[in-house]
């Protein structure tokens, strides 16, 4: 189990870096974790476009969208998606936007 | 509460019975085969190296024959007079709380099922069988990890491993047709849905539909270029993955398998497509009809198989200077070593880049990426899964290649992740997705 | 012959004997589970799978871990090779009493090639326990029967190359015994690979061989069509 330091705080990551309770996320923590996990030193626009639509669809149905809905939701896309976060949709967007890590073969 | 607190909460509350009758459950996974398995080994310890997970951390409890050993002493104490006459002559130990706990650490904390060892075994053990009867008696004892569990439970709720809905299924192939249309200026093309009598039946992983679409339109892309008569389902049956192979609850991956053969009898198509995913074809073709223990009455084949046929057939029309990088591929366990499949992604590659390498070693002797097993799945042991894959980023980078091709989107991700995590600087591809760029 | 050879030549048919049914039950316990029917359509065959397991998929470049030990899978070689010698010139000397025809083989077997092989064993059998002494790995995964079934068949394989060298009443009586102790502990101990290594091989060669991955690289795609 890791954590990271947020604002003199401990923030509780899994193993895979993800966050333990997905309910403390807030924009500046989502800054933190782009840097400590994807090595992002800032989110541009876009970014943060991609990041508060995953957010806001987690927020209403506490699952992580088709990456379809967030290049609809967002305006990015899909090539742009992939180019702006290195580990993808699930092990990078989902993960800065505060969501748990999706099932599957990801 | 963390993981490591879950498993020893639920051992604590493992009653003397429950434990008895994971017992039963492994005994009952047994045949005359895996019986003469157990009275083997001869601990050579050849099999050390072999494994990928002591060749990057070289310690007992990575050696394939330690694994075993913790079966193989349940065995002997349980199953052979001499083993209940003289356990410490020769290594016989009870199956108790301690030993069920190393069981769960070797079978799926430090176990990719890759079958390795199995054909660098001196006698020639197949390890994975004796492994997989491991993690079936673990399962009925509650104790597969639940993250991996999560994952079954989501195909057995939703008919898919991501609990993706039908409206965003169907949504998201309507999305990939259009943009299959832009890209080959065809309004005709199309990825169609529920086609009754179609003459194939293809699948995917709902990874491709949930986060990473390019691989099915390059699929999809494949068929049109071919003039190929194909559908997929809109209910479940388009889910090829199947995660009762990785926490080998039998029944659970029977249910699974179910909605591939139930879609085969609804849309009535002629050959079951498996897409690109290792443990997906050793679940279709080979475990299927084990699990449901009848025969399957039509062809269950590869996505690979049928492109390298257009290719041959001249049905597809390629040029290898589209993908001129060095190109070397990855050979997925359940789909290389345990599936049979082999060659076709080989020539296929050769035929549409004009740069290709094979890793060494390479084809049934190939590391595994270490995602296997359903290790992506088990965050638990993340870090493991990423230091045993350093063997697998060696091998990459002594490569040289610049792109990875695997037909696995299992490894597709784990490979994701040894990139950034080794700074490969590769970029990770499906073999359809390379055949589709060089279309012409 | 005196009456104690004759006494341990009767011993020694009596502890193969009872080797020999202890394989048996357990082979028989084996069968008990039953054989598992297979439903998937193969891709190949399991005879031809088999066929591999038991020729080049033994070959020392065949496997990866043959070729990274090459000494210990010598050492081993030599160990098998030096056992099987020790039992055949076990039938010579106590058969050969009675039916002294066996003994005429060609004096380059009796004076070169069969101490020579024993010597081999003797020294593959020694190596091999110092090996399991040394090497922690091997070390961890022993349990005490591996050190006593090495100790049991090399000192049989050794006591066999010096009866032969030696040519002293005692000296074959000391391997004799050896013989019976050897013979006697083959149920109890995981020599019996000795047969359980084929069935496993078979099974092994047989599961690859269904499913078209043994032999591999042979060319199992696209026989559909």
């Known amino acids: 189990m890791a954590t990271i330091d947020f604002k003199g705080t401990c923030i509780e990551l899994n193993e895979e870096g993800f966050l333990v309770d997905p309910g403390i996320w807030n924009e500046e923590l989502a800054l933190v974790l782009a840097k400590h ?31 379809r809905a967030v290049c609809k939701g967002s305006g990015i896309r899909l090539q742009q998606i992939y180019d702006l976060f290195p580990s993808g949709p699930a092990k990078g967007a989902c993960k800065l936007a505060g969501l748990p890590k999706p099932d599957g073969c990801v | 509460m963390s993981e490591l607190d879950e498993l020893e909460v639920k051992l604590k509350a493992l009653t003397e019975a429950e434990i008895e009758s994971g017992l039963d459950v492994f005994k009952s996974k047994l045949r005359e085969a895996e019986v003469s398995y157990l009275n083997s080994c001869v601990h050579c310890g050849l099999c050390a190296n072999s494994c ?29 007079t001499i083993g209940r006459i003289a356990p410490g002559l020769v290594g016989a130990r009870p199956f108790n709380r301690e030993m069920i706990r190393a069981w769960v650490d070797a079978v799926f904390g430090r176990c990719s099922l890759c079958g390795r ?35 079954v439970d989501n195909s057995l709720k939703y008919g898919n491993n991501m609990a993706i809905e039908k409206e965003e299924w169907v949504e998201t192939v309507e999305w990939i047709e259009e943009e ?8 005709e093309a199309r990825l169609p849905l529920d086609k009754v009598g179609a003459k194939y039946l293809f699948t995917v992983n709902p990874r491709e539909a949930k986060f990473f679409p390019l691989s099915l339109q390059a699929s999809a892309k494949v068929f049109w270029a071919a003039k190929e008569d194909w559908t997929m389902a809109s209910d479940a049956g388009w ?8 926490n080998c609850n039998d029944d659970q991956a029977g249910a699974i398998i179910s909605n591939l053969t139930n879609a085969m009898e609804r849309l009535k198509c002629k050959v079951l497509v498996i897409g690109e995913c290792g443990h997906g074809y050793q679940s279709a073709r080979w475990m299927g009809p084990e699990w449901l223990k009848k025969h399957f009455p039509y062809p269950v084949i590869s ?11 001249g049905r597809l029309n390629v040029d290898p200077n589209k993908n001129t990088q060095l190109v070397t591929l990855h050979d997925p366990c359940n789909l290389v070593r345990h599936g049979g499949i082999l060659e076709p992604q080989r020539r296929i590659l050769r035929r549409v880049v004009n740069n290709f390498a094979e890793m060494t070693p390479y084809g049934h002797e190939n590391y595994c990426c270490g995602g296997g097993g359903g290790q992506l799945s088990m965050g638990k042991y993340k870090s493991r899964r990423l230091k045993a894959g350093s063997v697998k980023a060696s091998q990459i980078s002594s490569s040289k290649a610049k792109i990875v091709a695997t037909p696995c989107h299992n490894c597709v991700d784990q490979l994701m ?19 589709a760029n060089a279309i012409v | 012959m005196t009456y104690l050879d004759v006494f341990l030549c009767c011993l020694i048919l009596a502890t193969i004997v009872w080797a020999k049914c202890g394989l048996l039950f357990m082979w028989l316990r084996t069968k008990y589970f039953g054989k598992r029917k297979l439903f998937a359509a193969p891709a ?10 038991f020729t080049k998929g033994m070959m020392p470049w065949a496997k990866e871990s043959v070729r990274e030990h090459l000494l210990s899978y010598a050492l081993g070689i030599a160990y098998h090779a030096g056992i099987f010698t020790a039992l055949v010139v076990l039938v010579m000397y106590t058969v050969g009493s009675y039916w002294p025809a066996i003994r005429n083989i060609p004096a380059i077997f009796i004076y070169i090639i069969i101490p020579l092989l024993l010597i081999a064993g003797a020294i593959g059998g020694i190596s091999l326990f110092i090996k399991r002494l040394l090497d922690a790995t091997l070390r961890g995964i022993s349990c005490p029967d591996d050190y006593i079934s090495n100790f049991m068949a090399t000192t049989f394989t050794a006591l066999a190359l010096a009866s032969l060298i030696m040519q002293r009443l005692w000296v074959s009586r000391l391997w004799f015994v050896s013989a019976i102790i050897l013979f006697a502990y083959i149920p109890f101990s995981k020599i019996r690979h000795c047969l359980f290594f084929f069935i496993t091989r078979y099974n092994f060669g047989a599961f690859f061989g269904y499913r078209g991955c043994m032999p591999p690289n042979r060319d199992n795609g696209c026989k559909l069509f």
């Open chain 2, 303 to 313: 996505f690979l198989e049928l492109m390298y046929e257009y290719l041959e057939q």
């Open chain 2, 52 to 80: 990928h997970y002591n060749r990057a951390m070289p310690e007992l409890e990575n050696v394939p024959a330690r694994k075993l050993e913790h079966i193989v002493s349940v065995f002997k104490s349980k199953f052979t």
């Open chain 2, 417 to 435: 992740e040894l990139n950034k995590e080794y700074s490969l600087k590769i970029q990770i591809k499906t073999v359809a997705e390379l055949v």
């Open chain 1, 37 to 67: 996990e994807e090595g992002l030193e800032e989110l541009t626009e876009e970014h943060w476009a991609v990041i508060k639509y995953i957010r806001s669809y987690f927020e209403e149905k506490q699952s992580a969208p088709m990456v």
């Open chain 2, 239 to 246: 889910d090829l993955t199947n995660y009762g192979i990785f």
């Open chain 3, 44 to 53: 190949g065959t399991p005879c031809g799978g088999a066929i591999y397991a």
């Open chain 2, 180 to 187: 299959l249309q832009a890209e080959v200026e065809d309004t």
């Open chain 2, 117 to 151: 060892c199995s054909i660098n075994c001196t006698i020639g053990i197949p390890m994975p069988s004796l492994f997989r009867a491991a993690r079936a008696s673990l399962a009925s004892m509650g104790l597969v990890p639940s993250d991996l569990q999560a994952t």
